[in-house]
């Protein structure tokens, strides 16, 4: 099949792979970086490319709700956010994955006031990490607009909401070549969202979201958890018939040049591929450096990850938001509590970088890369959580 | 007889029940005070139709004809709202 290449930005791309869809619903609230995302997509609705509904909310409290009432309808429902306005969304969040409402997000990854930033880093998709809701970090244009797609078919298989994400300003702004898939290919791949229960069937009406007291509420969360235990091979099986039918394959957890690597970055979003530079560079002087970029981040996808991270002796776990817990960042806190009760235990070193859009270069990388190569030298790792970048350290 | 809880292996998915179970529940129960309907002095205006919260005034044919205690909570909004001049509502202690 010839595919059509075209420039686009993160923002663009997401918005035409909304296009091509072409949802049932859209309800949304503009916030920066976000806002071109559901602006270009408005504008395919005034020029008749769609045939969606569109709802302009006056919050994003109120543009998740309409997503929610929307799609317990039956409708095929998506909408897009960042930041302060995942926040706002937080508590619909949480009802949304309860009702197993198969509604998608474009999140476009910025970080959280106070202070007050517009900027890349994770800490608004990761304080949303336990609401339920499946969570792909993706790493350039071409994988945020494919893995919007697939989003649709995961979500609607899982009966669980999804979130994709992308780097603000690093991808939502930079144009890169992106090939699209045909339009009336991605409605195909789709097919129609089936659905159970209805709202809208007076026929076989039904009570929704309930009183749940201390008799059922727990049986309910059981069967939610049930739900995340089985998702990840439904991504695997969405993404291998992606692959098959459009040629981009993708996998749940990346491995680049694993193999033989003694040392590993294992980072999410766009700085796995800026590692993945480093990693050509430094392998041409010789040096056995690899790199795991953790596509999905909820469910948290165990085994694949510690098949990954037991692979090197010594690990730098990259986190762009720090949990204020004492204890590092997110990812590392999985990767370490994933080692308890494995017999083979890589050394670990957390790098919490790039809060607040800080940039991170291919130096300071390759520098990461040399303080592995040192750890695994001695066996020692100096200092188990550090703040990679900020002055003062 | 009690119902047999169900296991979470066994609910619909999504909290999605049958329509209309609030039908099964006799809010009545929460009584403390109970309108008493005097069909002499009531005038079938429907203003205590109207403003009750629960729908337990029970009317037949444009008439009104009592109070449906398995809902009426005993709020007194009925009584409060039918007109001074008529006053064919009034609340009495529940008694049981």
Same mark, same amino acid.
């Given at each position: 099949?010839?595919?059509?290449?075209?420039?686009?930005?993160?923002?663009?791309?997401?918005?035409?792979?909304?296009?091509?869809?072409?949802?049932? !619903?859209?309800?949304?609230?503009?916030?920066?970086?976000?806002?071109?995302?559901?602006?270009?997509?408005?504008?395919?609705? *005034?020029?008749?490319? !769609?045939?969606?509904?569109?709802?302009?909310?006056?919050?994003?409290?109120?543009?998740?709700?309409? %997503?929610?009432?929307?799609?317990?309808?039956?409708?095929?429902?998506?909408?897009?956010?960042?930041?302060?306005?995942?926040?706002?969304?937080?508590?619909?969040?949480?009802?949304?994955?309860?009702?197993?409402?198969?509604?998608?997000?474009?999140?476009?990854?910025?970080?959280?006031?106070?202070?007050?930033?517009?900027?890349?880093?994770?800490?608004?998709?990761?304080?949303?990490?336990?609401?339920? #809701?499946?969570?792909?970090? &993706? /790493?350039?244009?071409?994988?945020?607009?494919?893995?919007?797609?697939? *989003?649709?078919?995961?979500?609607?298989?899982?009966?669980?909401?999804?979130?994709?994400?992308?780097?603000?300003?690093?991808?939502?702004?930079?144009?890169?070549?992106?090939?699209?898939?045909?339009?009336?290919?991605?409605?195909? #791949?789709?097919?129609?969202?089936?659905?159970?229960?209805?709202? @809208?069937?007076?026929?076989?009406?039904? &009570?929704?979201?309930?009183?749940?007291?201390?008799?059922?509420?727990?049986?309910?969360?059981?069967?939610?958890?049930?739900?995340?235990?089985?998702?990840?091979?439904?991504?695997?099986?969405?993404?291998?018939?992606?692959?098959?039918?459009?040629?981009?394959?993708?996998?749940?957890?990346? /491995?680049?040049?694993?193999?033989?690597?003694?040392?590993?970055?294992?980072?999410?979003?766009?700085?796995?591929?800026?590692?993945?530079?480093?990693?050509?560079?430094?392998?041409?002087?010789?040096?056995?450096?690899?790199?795991?970029?953790?596509?999905?981040?909820?469910?948290?996808?165990?085994?694949?990850?510690? =098949?990954?991270? &037991?692979?090197?002796?010594?690990?730098?776990?990259?986190?762009?938001?720090?949990?204020?817990?004492?204890?590092?960042?997110? @990812?590392?806190?999985? %990767?370490?509590?994933?080692?308890?009760?494995?017999?083979?235990?890589?050394?670990?070193?957390?790098? !919490?970088?790039?809060?607040?859009?800080?940039?991170?270069?291919?130096? /300071?990388?390759?520098?990461?890369?040399?303080?592995?190569?040192?750890?695994?030298?001695? +066996?020692?790792?100096?200092?188990?959580?550090?703040?990679?970048?900020?002055?003062?350290? | 007889?009690?119902?047999?809880?169900?296991?979470?292996?066994?609910?619909?998915?999504?909290? !999605?029940?049958?329509?209309?179970?609030?039908?099964?529940?006799?809010? +009545?129960?929460?009584?403390?005070?109970?309108?008493?309907?005097?069909?002499? =002095?009531?005038?079938?205006?429907?203003?205590?139709?109207?403003? %009750?919260?629960?729908?337990?005034?029970?009317?037949?044919?444009?008439?009104?004809?009592?109070?449906?205690?398995?809902?009426?909570?005993? %709020?007194?909004?009925?009584?409060?709202?039918?007109?001074?001049?008529?006053?064919?509502?009034?609340?009495?202690?529940?008694?049981?």
């Amino acid at each position: 099949m010839k595919n059509l290449v075209v420039a686009r930005t993160g923002n663009e791309a997401m918005a035409e792979a909304m296009r091509q869809i072409n949802p049932d !619903v859209v309800a949304a609230y503009p916030i920066t970086p976000a806002t071109e995302v559901v602006q270009l997509f408005a504008s395919f609705v *005034a020029d008749g490319l !769609v045939t969606t509904e569109f709802v302009p909310a006056e919050s994003e409290h109120s543009a998740l709700s309409a %997503c929610v009432g929307a799609s317990a309808s039956g409708a095929r429902v998506m909408t897009s956010t960042s930041s302060q306005g995942l926040a706002l969304m937080h508590e619909i969040l949480f009802i949304t994955a309860g009702l197993r409402l198969p509604i998608v997000i474009c999140l476009v990854n910025r970080s959280l006031s106070s202070p007050i930033n517009i900027h890349c880093d994770h800490s608004d998709s990761l304080a949303s990490r336990d609401s339920g #809701w499946l969570q792909i970090f &993706t /790493e350039n244009t071409q994988e945020a607009y494919d893995t919007t797609i697939m *989003a649709v078919k995961i979500a609607e298989e899982a009966l669980l909401p999804a979130m994709v994400t992308t780097d603000g300003f690093i991808i939502s702004h930079s144009m890169e070549r992106v090939e699209l898939v045909d339009d009336k290919e991605v409605p195909n #791949w789709l097919g129609e969202r089936k659905v159970k229960y209805s709202l @809208l069937d007076l026929d076989n009406p039904i &009570t929704l979201g309930a009183l749940d007291l201390q008799d059922y509420y727990f049986e309910h969360k059981r069967s939610e958890i049930e739900a995340m235990d089985h998702v990840l091979p439904i991504i695997d099986k969405v993404q291998k018939d992606f692959g098959e039918k459009f040629g981009r394959h993708y996998s749940i957890v990346d /491995e680049y040049r694993m193999d033989d690597a003694e040392v590993a970055v294992l980072a999410m979003g766009s700085t796995g591929g800026t590692a993945k530079v480093v990693v050509e560079r430094m392998r041409e002087n010789g040096k056995k450096v690899g790199l795991i970029r953790c596509r999905v981040y909820r469910p948290f996808p165990k085994e694949a990850v510690l =098949k990954a991270i &037991t692979k090197s002796k010594v690990i730098a776990v990259m986190d762009r938001a720090d949990t204020l817990s004492t204890m590092g960042g997110h @990812l590392y806190n999985d %990767c370490r509590s994933l080692l308890y009760e494995s017999n083979v235990k890589p050394l670990l070193k957390n790098y !919490v970088y790039g809060l607040g859009g800080r940039d991170i270069s291919i130096e /300071e990388i390759e520098g990461i890369y040399e303080d592995l190569l040192a750890i695994k030298k001695t +066996g020692k790792v100096d200092k188990d959580i550090v703040y990679f970048g900020v002055r003062g350290e | 007889m009690k119902k047999e809880k169900k296991g979470w292996r066994e609910m619909p998915i999504g909290l !999605v029940l049958e329509a209309g179970t609030s039908k099964e529940f006799e809010t +009545g129960d929460w009584r403390s005070d109970k309108p008493i309907w005097d069909a002499k =002095k009531c005038t079938h205006c429907m203003i205590c139709w109207i403003y %009750c919260p629960d729908t337990a005034i029970l009317v037949k044919d444009g008439k009104i004809q009592g109070i449906d205690y398995h809902y009426c909570k005993g %709020c007194g909004i009925c009584a409060e709202e039918c007109p001074p001049k008529i006053k064919a509502i009034s609340m009495v202690r529940e008694e049981k």
